[in-house]
């Protein structure tokens, strides 16, 4: 299966949850007032939030506007391009060698997505990694990340359940220094029994990180699962405040007519989404595209 055959497969239910609703606004005939109240809550009940959707609405109006366009079929392409447009934030480009931290709450497929993530930077990227296992507070979350190591055939660096994280972030900086290791992919607890403590963790897992491999790219990825739509907003901010959150990793996208979601985040956080999950395989974690998610969802 091709690349956007894989991306189109993934985003069908958002895109057969969208599709109708654009095609009844997009019903030929002159622009008016209807027509963007119309657009608008197709937009909104699509999951893409109240502002976004004002957004996009008020560009759409400049653009018709300055291209002297009255004809609704006419808008459709314009719509496209601007959607294109509100997602197309620029990440940090991937240098070596480069850690990586993924936070996010239990649930929304962090282990799984770790295992994908290294499978992609190895198979596709060519690049050495090393995982580490910084998870210490849940039961298996060790022997789950040993099993995904295993599957992407990389090393893996972890301690015994309850070890401190940071020693074993330490330990796992050690190990990839003295390897010349290329990428770095640090496992955290999605939930300690405070929120608070949970937030000092990651600080300090970072503090270690910064300290310990000065020259190393860094990015925190915080991982969201689509299939609870808007919710999703709410933990990207604590997170966010505490650590700071350079991209995100959109999870179950293929389970979700909610894909919409993207939208909000992107406009509320001005983050850029790296990686989108599109399936339970090694291989379905895509490199974020703009252009493809649109296409994806609309055509």
Known sequence: MGLFSK?????????????TKLNAVFRGGDIDDEFYEELEFALVSSDMGVDASDEIIK???????EKHIVKQEQA???LKDILVQVLSIEGVKFEYPLIITIVGVNGVGKTTTIGKLAHFFKAKQKKSVTLVAGDTFRAAA????????????????????????????????????????DVLIVDTAGRLHTKINLMEELKKINRIENREWQEAVKLNLIVLDATIGQNSLVQI????????????????????SKGGIVFP???????????????????????FDPEKFVDGIIE
């Not at 560009?59 to 506007?65: P, Q, S």
Request: hydrophobic share 40%.
């Open 265 to 287: 985040i992107i406009k509320e956080l001005n983050t850029p989404v790296y990686f989108i999950g599109v399936g339970e395989g090694l291989d379905d974690l895509e490199v």
């Open 142 to 181: 060790s022997e789950q990340l040993v099993e995904w190591s295993r599957r992407a055939d990389v090393k893996i660096v972890k301690h015994q359940e309850g070890a401190d994280p940071g020693a074993v972030v330490y330990d796992g900086i050690q190990s990839a220094k003295a390897k010349g290791t």
């Open 59 to 65: 560009r759409l109006k400049d653009a018709l506007r």
């Open 7 to 19: 991306i189109k497969n993934g985003l069908k239910k958002t895109k057969d949850a969208l599709i």
């Open 237 to 256: 901010n604590a997170f966010k405040e505490a650590i700071g959150i350079d991209g995100i990793i959109l999870t179950k996208l293929d389970g979700t």
């Open 76 to 78: 459709r392409k314009e």
